[in-house]
């Protein structure tokens, strides 16, 4: 027998759940089959309204009947309104659009090398990136990123990156700075190396490294900006601004759209001809992306996420008392919320026990289970999770009893 994988025309490059959603409505999908599953992986943080948010499918339609594309050769009105929304509501003077997360840190990480190079340091290319770390999926973010497993087979890595600096240790990022150093680039919460944070003072010691040496701070909010964390960008909890952030995932809502931010300082050698993309910026993904921040930047909308953040982890540490042998720490900020499952057990393993009880999560790095759901969730989706995640963890015991070490 054959299964629909070995007979798929996509190239096999993800292990893929043997389930396809054919229609979603808030932070609820739809299989095939007509089961309902809780979706707390939103796309991979993607969609922070949750599905078929009328006000985005409305502006979808409403753009969509007016136009789609016409390159960034024109002035893109939707583009410009929402690049000043964005500056408005953060550090920075100047918007790059793209279209995905590892384009806007390509583009961040160009904007930092070409400052040094406008300021008289042609030599300082090289950017300090930590271990865990991940910027996308190109050639250059591979390099930067801190899994080798992506590097591998791909040809020689990118030049001009000090990779797998032990993230939170600034020890390691005084010592890896010398000459040739340009920036340091940073996830204020890393994602997919498992929900791991830095306490605030680890990235204000950054800012004042990068201050007295001449350095950019890049900061990669690609998976904690746009609400996420409960504020509009990560960095707002720290009491610091970067030079430079790249961010997507959250901020189309669904539809691939992603930016680059600067200060008018970090961007001044990004001037006509340096940088650009075809689709970058277009109308129908900008005209979303406002739609985006009509209602995450709506008065109390953010409050309401830290809020349900809070009483998420609230159930998520009774989840822990009641199956202390499966979940061993929670992590995370807002409605970026990582579970630290015992090493016996292989978090693959028990995504797939919380798929059986039709609910969504992610596995990450350090055996970690990943929750970013819809950031419109409120108590029926956290006390369903709550039962979800319970009948999971009770089932992955019978299967990994303790003392038994996994089994085969
Ligand atoms: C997802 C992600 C990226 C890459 O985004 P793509 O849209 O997949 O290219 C980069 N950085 C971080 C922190 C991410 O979470």
Redo the contacts with the bound molecule.
């Keep these: 027998m054959t299964s629909p994988q070995e007979t798929s025309s996509i190239l096999p490059t993800y292990v893929r759940a043997p389930v396809a959603f054919v229609r979603g409505e808030g932070a609820w999908l739809e299989a095939s089959d007509g089961a309902r599953f809780l979706d707390f992986g939103a796309g991979?943080?993607v969609a922070v309204l949750g599905h078929s948010h009328p006000h985005l499918v409305e502006s979808l339609i409403e753009q969509g009947q007016k136009l789609w594309h016409v390159s960034n050769l024109y002035k893109i009105p939707t583009a410009e309104r929402l690049a000043k929304r964005l500056t408005d509501a953060t550090f920075a003077d100047y918007v790059f659009f793209t279209n995905?997360?590892?384009?806007a840190?390509e583009g961040a990480i160009k904007t930092a090398r070409k400052y040094q190079f406008v300021s008289g340091h042609p030599e300082r290319v090289e950017i300090i990136t930590f271990d865990g770390a991940?910027?996308?999926?190109t050639i250059a973010?591979i390099a930067a990123g801190g899994n080798d497993k992506y590097i591998e087979g791909f040809g020689a890595p990118v030049e001009g990156f000090h990779r797998k600096t032990p993230f939170g240790d600034i020890e390691a990022v005084k010592a890896a700075i010398n000459e040739r150093t340009a920036a340091i680039m940073v996830?204020p919460i890393q994602?997919?190396g498992g929900v791991r944070t830095a306490p605030a003072s680890f990235f204000r010691a950054l800012r004042d490294l990068c201050d007295q040496h001449g350095l950019l701070l890049v900061f990669?909010e690609?998976?904690s900006g746009v609400g996420r964390t409960g504020k509009f960008f990560a960095y707002e909890h720290l009491g610091i601004t970067p030079d430079i952030m790249?961010v997507?995932?959250g901020i189309g809502g669904g539809f691939p759209l992603?930016a680059f931010l600067a200060t008018k300082e970090a961007a001044k050698g990004m001037v006509a001809g340096t940088h650009g993309s075809t689709y970058g910026g277009n109308p129908l993904g900008t005209a979303i992306g406002n739609a985006v921040l009509d209602l995450v930047l709506a008065v109390g909308f953010l409050d309401k996420v830290a809020k349900t953040g809070l009483a998420l982890k609230q159930r998520l540490a009774e989840l822990k008392d009641k199956h202390p042998h499966v979940i061993e720490g929670i992590r995370g900020e807002g409605l970026l919320i990582g579970l630290k499952i015992a090493d016996r057990i292989p978090c693959g393993e028990l995504a797939a026990a919380v798929r059986d009880q039709h609910m969504l999560v992610i596995p990450a790095g350090e055996n970690v289970i990943r929750m970013l759901p819809p950031l419109i969730i409120g108590d029926v989706e956290v006390n369903a999770a709550f039962a979800r995640l319970d009948a999971a963890c009770s089932a992955i015991e019978a299967k990994f009893p303790l003392g038994n070490g996994a089994r085969a």
Excluded at 100 to 103: D, K
Excluded at 134 to 137: D, K, V, Y
Aim: with cysteine; charged share 25%.
């Design positions: 991979i943080a995905s997360g590892a384009e840190c991940f910027h996308g999926r973010t996830e994602g997919e990669d690609v998976q790249a997507a995932k992603g």
